[in-house]
T-cell receptor
């Protein structure tokens, strides 16, 4: 699976949009971009994933660049509950072995 | 939907004893489940991949005889830490995956974790 690079930490004011970048310059054509987050002392929570088109769901939006070498997770109106470590992971779908390799992620702190 | 539970949520055991952690997918069937371990202020590290009805595949450096994994049904996988030592104290997290309809790829849903403390 391709490696990802994320900033170690970010702050965002409550109510503003939080934009979390991720670089994945070695991504392969069949690899998806996944985002998870982990609130302190809890299991990771799936947020969103995509292949090449931008995706949106009730939690966030995922913007993938045309060359697919980077992506941005957008939390449109950040709340204090969005404080967590956010992980960007790229991986190819391979039923029976779709393990996730977690990097160090970005620690997002929402400031009141 | 897609809820994964773990039991217990925390456990304290004495050194040398064994402890079993259960992972259940409550509202979907998961052919594949995964077990992770997370030490304080570190990221999740995959321990093993568990497929229903077959032997688990362990990551390099994980002792299969110490961390016994059983995946007896499509909704239950168990991790038994045998002869636990204080260095096994950690946050153990399981996950279960299912195909995401219409979009391709898989969603992996995580349990809330089990905090193990070995004294």
């Amino acid at each position: 699976d391709a490696k990802t690079t994320q900033p170690p930490s970010m702050d965002c004011a409550e109510g503003r949009a939080a934009n979390l970048p991720c670089n994945h310059s070695t991504i392969s054509g069949n690899e998806y971009v996944y985002w998870y987050r982990q609130i302190h002392s809890q299991g990771p929570q799936y947020i969103i994933h995509g292949l090449k088109n931008n995706e949106t769901n009730e939690m966030a939006s995922l913007i993938i660049t045309e060359d697919r070498k980077s992506s941005t997770l957008i939390l449109p109106h950040a709340t204090l509950r969005d404080t967590a470590v956010y992980y960007c992971i790229v991986r190819a779908p391979n039923f029976g072995n779709e393990k996730l390799t977690f990097g160090t992620g970005t620690r997002l702190t929402i400031i009141p | 939907g897609a809820v994964v539970s773990q039991h217990p949520s925390w456990v304290i055991c004495k050194s040398g004893t064994s402890v079993k952690i259960e992972c259940r997918s409550l509202d979907f069937q998961a052919t594949t489940m995964f077990w992770y371990r997370q030490f304080p202020k570190q990221s999740l590290m995959l321990m093993a991949t568990s497929n229903e009805g077959s032997k688990a595949t362990y990551e390099q450096g994980v002792e299969k005889d110490k961390f016994l994994i059983n995946h007896a049904s499509l909704t239950l996988s168990t991790l038994t830490v045998t002869s636990a030592h204080p260095e096994d104290s950690s946050f153990y997290i399981c996950s279960a995956s299912r195909p995401k309809p219409g979009q391709g790829g898989y969603e992996q849903y995580f349990g809330p974790g089990t905090r193990l403390t070995v004294t």
